[in-house]
């Protein structure tokens, strides 16, 4: 549990459209300039839901590589891109390249997978599901395939509409206008990419509260329309040529003639990138990455933490110790409470705060009462948590987000002005904006009492 008292916002009202909800709080990492979330499905799954419970919506989109080439060429795209609040991989190559550049993420996430887990989930909470495309009559197969395995999941519908309907203003009113009436809390979309995103972008100004996931040919997976590709090539990257060799006059060109190449270079590019060395040129924090130091006298539990903490927070440096020893500067402290039956983090927090004020310290123990909690928060820590409790790191990790992104803001500031070189252009465009902004409403003002002395 954290000492600082957070409070998660009010919910939205109706056709208000949410920001992405918790700034900061997925762990983020970036590819090409994209940024995707480095979380589990597992925990994709529990965010959404979780999001839901709170009473706010979003928009989970799964970039595969066909997407990252697009990504890269097409600005619509990239703009549909950055109104999501959560992109999780979903493509092998991706996984590999952001493995190559240093900045792994825990698992591919594939919107496949996601429809079923999602479904899962939303049984279990309560929750309603609403399927959107799909071929004729497929929506109706994958409904009743869901139904079948989660028996307490509620389908507030489903929908396959007619080619073009998208373009089609009294088509897509009628869509809104049925959403409206059965308010589903997660709508799967299965257009095919980029019409889902698309539609996405259109609909969900209609019910801002619900969570949308385009999930391109699923629905005809779970109908047992088109074979998926088995789990070896799934593990092997090969899915691709899987769908090639059931759809080859398709998807001959997009994988071969356009993905291939493209994939060569992102995974050359991503490779030269990690083989250089990190937090020597200036990044988000400075020439300095933020540094974390792991103790504890259990070398396995070392391993496991350094593990947890690098796939969550690329950024960090770590460095691990097997001894009560917090000699050095760090920015975050792990402190195992408990050394060979000695009750040892207070006085290693009290130690830090003696030099350290401004630094982390989070302890954490095999068991945690609240006299143990007491003393560790009068110590100095900031936080404390259970070692085989998960439910008792995930504040402690939205702790850290916070404090990685106060870190990131704060050099920001320092640079300057312009939040150096690589924002000068967006902030002489702001305030070039501001300017204009100002001279029309002087002009305004001046038009205002003119037409009143007249």
Not at 31 to 57: N, P
Not at 85 to 95: F, Q
Request: some cysteine; glycine content about 10%.
């Amino acid at each position: 549990m954290t000492t600082d008292g957070h409070r998660s916002p009010p919910a939205l009202a109706r056709g208000e459209l949410p920001a992405p909800p918790r700034s900061g709080a997925l762990p983020e990492v970036e590819l090409q300039g994209v940024g995707l979330h480095a979380i589990s499905q597992v925990e994709c799954v529990e965010y959404v839901l979780d999001e839901l419970d709170a009473g706010r919506g979003g928009w989970v989109v799964t970039p595969n590589l066909d997407h990252m080439r697009r990504l890269a060429r097409e600005r619509e795209f990239r703009e549909l891109y950055d109104e999501a609040t959560v992109r999780v991989v979903d493509g092998t190559v991706l996984v590999w390249a952001l493995a190559l550049q240093r900045t792994p993420v825990p698992e591919r996430v594939a919107g496949s997978d996601l429809i079923s887990s999602l479904a899962a989930g939303a049984a279990e909470r309560g929750r309603s599901v609403f399927l959107l495309g799909g071929n004729p009559g497929t929506a109706e197969r994958a409904a009743g395939v869901l139904q079948a395995r989660h028996a307490k999941l509620t389908v507030a519908g489903v929908e396959c509409p007619p080619e073009g309907f998208h373009t089609d203003a009294l088509a897509m009113a009628r869509l809104s206008r049925k959403l409206h009436e059965v308010k589903p809390d997660i709508v799967f979309v299965a257009l095919g990419s980029p019409k889902q995103e698309l539609v996405i972008r259109h609909l969900r100004h209609d019910r801002p509260e619900a969570w949308w996931l385009g999930v391109g040919i699923s629905f005809s997976f779970l109908a047992g329309e088109v074979r998926r590709a088995p789990r070896w090539m799934q593990r092997a990257g090969l899915e691709w040529l899987h769908r090639v060799a059931q759809e080859p006059r398709r998807l001959f060109r997009r994988y071969f003639v356009e993905g291939l190449p493209f994939a060569a270079r992102l995974l050359a590019t991503c490779a030269v990138s990690g083989a250089l060395p990190m937090g020597k040129a200036a990044g988000p924090y400075g020439t300095q990455r933020p540094r974390a130091l792991l103790v504890d006298d259990d070398p396995m539990a070392l391993e496991q933490l350094e593990l947890l903490l690098t796939s969550r927070f690329p950024d960090l440096e770590v460095e691990k110790r097997c001894h009560p020893d917090v000699a050095g500067s760090f920015d975050f402290y792990f402190l195992d409470n408990d050394f060979d039956g000695e009750l040892q983090a207070g006085r290693l927090a009290q130690e830090i705060r003696a030099r350290e004020r401004g630094a982390v310290i989070i302890a954490f123990s095999g068991r945690l009462d609240v006299e143990t909690l007491k003393r560790l928060i009068n110590a100095g820590c900031d936080g404390a948590c259970e070692k085989g409790a998960p439910g008792s790191w995930r504040p402690i990790f939205d702790l850290v987000q916070r404090r990685l992104t106060a870190m990131v803001e704060s050099h920001r500031r320092e640079v300057g002005a312009f939040g150096g070189v690589k924002h000068a252009a967006g902030s002489i465009r702001d305030l070039l904006q501001h300017w204009n902004e100002r001279a029309s409403d002087e002009a305004r003002e001046l038009f205002e009492e003119r037409r009143k002395s007249a």
